[in-house]
């Protein structure tokens, strides 16, 4: 039920709620990277647990080091996949359907 009453609120409260525009680039450079996060966290997960396992290592117990480090490679190739391939990707179907709707 909190969810249901406070949720909304928090949401309505942030979206009204004036930001400096350092925290404002802050938070456009999250957006554009959060999907690649998503993409990519995963698949670094299972290929860091899958290293482990063939060394008799498990990384993730009593490292916490492990998980801000993990947190900072992941934010890094997200960035780096957001201006190599994201973007540019977008940019070229953009045009492509700028082009396909100028002809029909």
């Known amino acids: 039920m909190c969810v249901v009453l406070l949720f909304p609120v928090m949401v309505?409260?942030?979206a009204v709620a004036a930001t400096s525009p350092r925290l404002s680039k802050l938070y456009s450079w999250l957006g554009r990277i959060s999907y690649p996060i998503y993409i990519i966290h995963t698949p670094m997960l299972m290929?860091?647990?899958?290293a482990g396992k063939a060394v008799s290592?498990?990384?993730?117990?009593?490292?916490?080091?492990?998980?801000i480090a993990m947190a900072i490679v992941v934010i890094v190739i997200s960035?780096?996949?957001?201006?190599?391939?994201?973007e540019p990707v977008r940019?070229?179907?953009?045009?492509?359907?700028q082009r396909s709707r100028a002809i029909a």
């Not at 290929?47 to 899958?50: E, K, M, N, S, T």
């Not at 290592?57 to 998980?67: L, M, Q, T």
């Not at 960035?79 to 994201?86: K, L, P, Q, S, V």
């Not at 940019?91 to 359907?97: D, S, T, V, Y």
């Open 12 to 14: 309505t409260v942030g």
């Open 47 to 50: 290929i860091i647990a899958g």
């Open 57 to 67: 290592i498990d990384p993730f117990a009593n490292h916490p080091w492990f998980g």
């Open 79 to 86: 960035d780096i996949a957001t201006r190599i391939y994201d």
């Open 91 to 97: 940019r070229f179907l953009q045009r492509q359907m």
